[in-house]
């Protein structure tokens, strides 16, 4: 989380902290992007599709950063009052995705201005200090951990057999990582809450 909220962006991290290895990038990408994409005719481009998991990782890292920094600083009215529209105009959107552009312009272009109506209200300054440690003490999960069945699906990416998979628990996510080499990668998350 320290890295986030040095840029606020995740494309950093995915960038520089996430498993080197490509099939298994691909396959987080495209796990994620099927909910866009599963009855599309048209094969949208990895590149296409990468550029809107971007937007919706910034999206949930963002939205778990106000949670955590900013929660009795911002007015909760404006800033929910700011998000509605375009947080809407996503919740909205006809399925399937039918093609790179389509993707771009309804849903990789309306999340990325979302995310930045949401940067305005984290307060990176607050990470980690103690008000933030109170809140990451008192979160509650109720979603199960993934290891076991993540080692099962990444397993098909080229995924060492008995490659270990450690967990970590910050803010609203489980983050999964894999050691390559000397340093721990992520290899993906998911939410420590149900929706």
Same mark, same amino acid.
């Given at each position: 989380?320290?890295?986030?909220?040095?840029?606020?962006? $995740? @494309?950093?991290?995915? %960038? /520089?902290?996430?498993? &080197?290895?490509?099939? +298994?990038?691909?396959?987080? !990408?495209?796990?994620?992007?099927?909910?866009?994409?599963?009855?599309?005719?048209?094969?949208?481009?990895?590149?296409?599709?990468?550029?809107?998991?971007?937007?919706?990782?910034?999206?949930?890292?963002?939205?778990?950063?106000?949670?955590?920094?900013?929660?009795?600083?911002?007015?909760?009215?404006? $800033? @929910?009052?700011?998000? %509605? /529209?375009?947080?809407? &105009?996503?919740?909205? +959107?006809?399925?399937?995705? !039918?093609?790179?552009?389509?993707?771009?312009?309804?849903?990789?272009?309306?999340?990325?201005?979302?995310?930045?109506?949401?940067?305005?209200?984290?307060?990176?300054?607050?990470?980690?200090?103690?008000?933030?440690?109170?809140?990451?003490?008192?979160?509650?999960?109720?979603?199960?951990?993934?290891?076991?069945?993540?080692?099962?699906?990444?397993?098909?990416? &080229?995924?060492?057999?008995?490659?270990?998979?450690?967990?970590?628990?910050?803010?609203?996510?489980?983050?999964?990582?894999?050691?390559?080499?000397?340093?721990?990668?992520?290899?993906?998350?998911?939410?420590?809450?149900?929706?």
């Amino acid at each position: 989380m320290k890295r986030f909220y040095a840029t606020l962006n $995740f @494309e950093t991290i995915w %960038k /520089e902290d996430v498993v &080197s290895s490509a099939s +298994i990038r691909a396959q987080e !990408v495209l796990l994620l992007m099927l909910q866009l994409t599963w009855e599309s005719k048209q094969r949208i481009p990895l590149a296409d599709q990468e550029r809107a998991y971007l937007a919706q990782r910034n999206f949930q890292m963002l939205l778990s950063a106000v949670k955590f920094t900013a929660p009795q600083t911002i007015d909760r009215a404006a $800033f @929910e009052q700011e998000l %509605k /529209e375009p947080y809407e &105009s996503l919740t909205r +959107i006809e399925r399937p995705i !039918v093609s790179a552009a389509d993707m771009e312009a309804r849903f990789t272009t309306p999340m990325n201005r979302l995310c930045d109506i949401i940067r305005k209200y984290v307060d990176p300054g607050s990470y980690n200090g103690t008000s933030y440690q109170a809140r990451a003490a008192a979160f509650t999960e109720d979603a199960p951990d993934e290891t076991l069945r993540l080692q099962k699906v990444f397993q098909l990416s &080229s995924f060492a057999t008995g490659t270990k998979i450690y967990l970590a628990r910050r803010e609203m996510f489980y983050l999964y990582f894999i050691k390559e080499a000397d340093a721990f990668k992520l290899l993906t998350m998911s939410g420590r809450v149900r929706d």
